[in-house]
């Protein structure tokens, strides 16, 4: 029911700055959480952050606070991540999720998922 397209993801040195774009489609957007994550190769999938259906509440990880931004405008359907002072571990490939049921980290409770994009940070 949702159809989730991601864009901004690309090459960047550390220290740099990536905007990533989520756009979703279908009319019950505004109601599902959404959340984005990541995977690097050989390791498992984390949560970066997460926003209400609402936007009025997020969380972060750990290892990503006071770095990354989760937003969303529920007219344009769209989430976004602003990634700040971007480090070399935060090569990964990130994915938009979007859930109907819960604003949580846990990505079993996401039932549709981007295509993700690719962030790669050079030292």
């Known amino acids: 029911q949702v159809q989730l397209v991601e864009s901004g993801g690309g090459l960047v040195q550390a220290g740099g700055s990536l905007r990533l774009s989520c756009a979703a489609s279908g009319r019950t957007f505004s109601s599902y959480a959404m959340g984005w994550f990541r995977q690097a190769p050989g390791k498992e999938r984390e949560s970066v952050a997460a926003i209400t259906s609402s936007g009025g509440s997020t969380i972060y990880a750990d290892s990503v606070k006071g770095r990354f931004t989760i937003s969303r405008d529920n007219v344009k359907n769209t989430v976004y991540l602003q990634m700040n002072r971007l480090k070399p571990e935060d090569t990964a490939v990130y994915s938009c999720?979007?859930?109907?049921?819960?604003?949580?980290?846990?990505?079993?409770?996401?039932?549709?998922w981007g295509q993700g994009t690719q962030v790669t940070v050079s030292s």
């Open positions: 999720a979007a859930s109907s049921t819960a604003f949580t980290a846990r990505s079993v409770a996401y039932e549709y």
